[in-house]
């Protein structure tokens, strides 16, 4: 159990155009997932707290405009890079907190995203 | 004051031997203490946590040592394989039900040689 996905798992875009990645929790729901950044051989990054049915919460640097998050569902929040650039270009993770019963966040597989 | 540093950035143990990774942190609100494996191109996975109330943990070859007064943890992996090989990460956590934030270390890449 507690199996979280992301799609695409790998995506290459021209700059300015803008991509969504999902994280999805399979088997649990979860009101809180959180997105983070990873550079090659980097840590993880958060970038932001994702809430269902509320505003994502930013971490200091990470531009909202930018990096538009939406928790529609328990169980789907989206990460959507707008006109992307160059630099976006790194490996996203998700990870997702249960709802019921409190347990350890658990991660999706990650998305690398390449922009060209 | 949200800092976790993790150290060393890399090792190499050959198969059989001890791997050992510190974490340091200075938020005496952290209360709850995961290390995470990761492999390339994948997320990563979570190994083992430790909440203060107790010093050491154990889960098959994985060991964690905590010193609260020192604000340190330590990650053992004994017996070490081939497969072990990976990039390790420890993080720090102020909420006991770990639903908050988690603040990760820079990371240890460590190579197990067969």
């Known amino acids: 159990g507690a199996v979280v996905s992301q799609h695409p798992s790998w995506v290459i875009c021209k700059s300015g155009t803008s991509v969504k990645i999902e994280c999805r929790s399979l088997d649990f729901q979860a009101t809180t997932m959180f997105w983070y950044r990873q550079f090659p051989k980097q840590s993880l990054m958060l970038m932001a707290t994702s809430n269902e049915g509320s505003k994502a919460t930013y971490e200091q640097g990470v531009e909202k405009d930018k990096f538009l998050i939406n928790h529609a569902s328990l169980t789907l929040s989206t990460l959507t890079v707008t006109s992307a650039h160059p630099e976006d270009s790194s490996f996203y993770i998700c990870s997702a907190f249960p709802t019921n019963p409190r347990d350890e966040q658990y991660f999706g597989p990650g998305t690398r995203l390449t922009v060209t | 004051q949200q800092q976790v540093k993790q150290s060393p950035q890399s090792l190499i143990v050959q198969k059989g031997g001890i791997s050992i990774i510190n974490c340091a942190y200075e938020n005496t609100a952290f209360d709850y203490f995961p290390w995470y494996q990761q492999f390339p191109g994948k997320g990563p996975a979570l190994l083992i946590a430790?909440?203060?109330?107790?010093s050491e943990k154990k889960e098959g070859r994985f060991t964690i040592s905590f010193n609260k007064s020192a604000k340190q943890f330590s990650l053992h992996i004994m017996d070490s394989q081939p497969g072990d090989s990976a990039t390790y990460f420890c993080?720090?956590?102020?909420?006991?039900?770990?639903?908050?934030?988690?603040?990760f270390g820079g990371g240890t890449r460590v190579l197990v040689k067969p």
């Open positions: 993080a720090a956590s102020p909420d006991k039900a770990a639903g908050n934030k988690l603040t």
């Open positions: 430790i909440r203060p109330d107790v």
